[in-house]
């Protein structure tokens, strides 16, 4: 690093390289835009789009990792782009080592900017980069359920491979627990229109948090959201790499937790929006059928439709034809004369 120790507004520092680019890879295929907080503790990244909130913590204190923060502020706050941060890291291999780190002069500048360095162990050449800030002291994302009823631990491979599988012939899913004799499992049923799938894992472990009493019902089909699969799918299987396991957060109509391991420098999780539970589609597809079956009926007053407003009927455009001249029996005498006249 050029910069002097005492000019370092933070600095990390990792070999776990890949990890870090396979992170910021789903990152960029998720959403473009983020914010990163800065403490002495290690650094938080946050995002949102239409369905997913994600969030990754980078602490301190974890192993193969080195980080400094020197700020006048307890917190800084930064946002970035994915697509240009990904950009700039997706050429590392598994042998380099990484480092993002910004200075008091960069952050002062006209156009605030951090860096991004990564070289090989044997440190035969190193590529630095500089990548412009979005915003300064953003506003940061609010977490959207931090206690979740379950959490539960499966197989990260292992669900990867059948979610990729379910995906070719099913859009839509639900996620709940289901008692079994000798063992819980976490049950995942695959909706689509020729039938339904239903994909059993058993759970060695099963932690059950919060202190309503609604923790101590097991989440069943007719209280649970529905997901988009694809959506889970392509989280799963750019995640995948990052460690075995996956931990998953169940709770009634909330979002779907997924926590994966980053190595061992900290950890990301997706909170997955549910598009709609199975009781409120069956209401609104008993309306729709209800609505469908008043268009195919009469019309017989303004009254019955009370929520469409009275349109005019909207007049014809007709070409205009222009009416011919009728001619007098005098006119047609004078025009005979004429053309006899006009005779040899």
């Not at 960029?28 to 969030?55: A, C, D, H, Q, Y």
């Not at 539960?152 to 012939?169: E, G, P």
């Not at 957060?249 to 709609?276: A, C, Q, T």
Request: charged share 25%; with cysteine; aromatic share 10%.
């Amino acid at each position: 690093m050029n910069a002097a120790k005492e000019d370092l507004v933070f600095w990390f520092s990792t070999p776990d390289a890949t990890k870090f680019r396979t992170l910021i890879s789903t990152f960029n295929s998720l959403l473009s835009e983020n914010v990163i907080v800065f403490t002495k503790k290690g650094f938080t990244i946050t995002g949102r789009n239409n369905t997913v909130f994600l969030k990754a913590d980078i602490l301190e204190s974890a192993a193969n990792t080195s980080f400094k923060y020197n700020h006048d502020k307890e917190k800084l706050n930064i946002g970035i782009s994915f697509r240009e941060l990904f950009a700039r890291i997706s050429q590392v291999s598994q042998a380099d080592q990484i480092e993002l780190f910004a200075t008091k002069k960069s952050l002062s500048s006209m156009k605030p900017h951090i860096f991004v360095r990564y070289s090989p162990d044997n440190f035969a050449f190193f590529v630095e980069n500089s990548i412009k800030l979005i915003s300064l002291d953003s506003d940061v994302l609010q977490h959207p359920h931090p206690d979740p009823q379950y959490v539960c631990s499966i197989s990260c491979s292992l669900m990867q491979k059948h979610i990729r599988a379910a995906s070719k012939f099913s859009s839509k899913m639900q996620v709940f627990l289901r008692p079994l004799k000798n063992h819980n499992a976490v049950a995942m049923r695959f909706l689509s229109d020729a039938g339904v799938q239903d994909l059993f894992f058993k759970l060695n472990t099963l932690t059950q948090g919060g202190d309503n009493e609604q923790s101590k019902e097991l989440i069943s089909f007719e209280d649970e959201q529905i997901f988009c699969v694809q959506t889970v799918n392509a989280i799963s299987t750019k995640q995948s790499g990052l460690g075995p396991n996956l931990e998953l957060f169940l709770s009634k109509n909330k979002p779907l937790g997924l926590r994966f391991n980053i190595g061992l420098i900290g950890s990301v999780s997706y909170y997955i929006d549910g598009e709609i539970t199975a009781v409120k589609k069956e209401l609104i597809e008993t309306k729709s059928s209800a609505e469908a079956a008043r268009i195919g009926m009469k019309r017989t007053s303004k009254e019955a439709w009370p929520e469409i407003e009275h349109i005019a009927k909207e007049k014809k455009l007709k070409r205009p034809v222009k009416k011919k001249k009728k001619t007098s029996i005098k006119e047609k005498i004078a025009a005979l004369d004429q053309a006899t006249a006009a005779l040899p």
